[in-house]
Nanobody
Framework: VQPVESGGGLVQTGGSLRLSCIVS????????MGWYRQAPGKTREFVAA????????VYAGSVKGRFIISKDNAKNTMYLEMNNLKPADTAIYYC????????????WGQGTQVTVSS
């Protein structure tokens, strides 16, 4: 079952949003998971990941210090808290339930649109 993202929307520069990703199945507790984004006319890019083995988080340089990735095992939900948003953050945000297997379409959600107005 594909992950399901939610929480996108329109926000002004400097605002905040929290994205959620519900992941069904046992993979949630064993996989390394993450968030990616794709802006119009650009390729999909890495945003953040959370490593299952030790809970370590990894961020793209462009979002480090502004975004926080986390997960709630009891709810099978991964989050991306986005603060101090900029127009350059405008994109469709995708959840990956297994960042080690990017070619498996079932590990990707349908995406949620984030638009930051200037």
């Amino acid at each position: 079952v594909q992950p399901v993202e939610s929480g996108g929307g329109l926000v002004q520069t400097g605002g905040s949003l929290r994205l959620s990703c519900i992941v069904s199945g046992s993979g949630f507790r064993i996989n390394d998971m993450g968030w990616y984004r794709q802006a119009p006319g650009k390729t999909r890019e890495f945003v953040a990941a959370i490593i299952n083995s030790d809970g370590r988080t990894v961020y793209a340089g462009s979002v480090k210090g502004r975004f926080i990735i986390s997960k709630d095992n009891a709810k099978n939900t991964m989050y991306l808290e986005m603060n101090n948003l900029k127009p350059a953050d405008t994109a469709i945000y995708y959840c990956s339930s297994d960042i080690t297997d990017p070619f498996d379409s079932m590990t990707w959600g349908q995406g949620t649109q984030v638009t930051v107005s200037s």
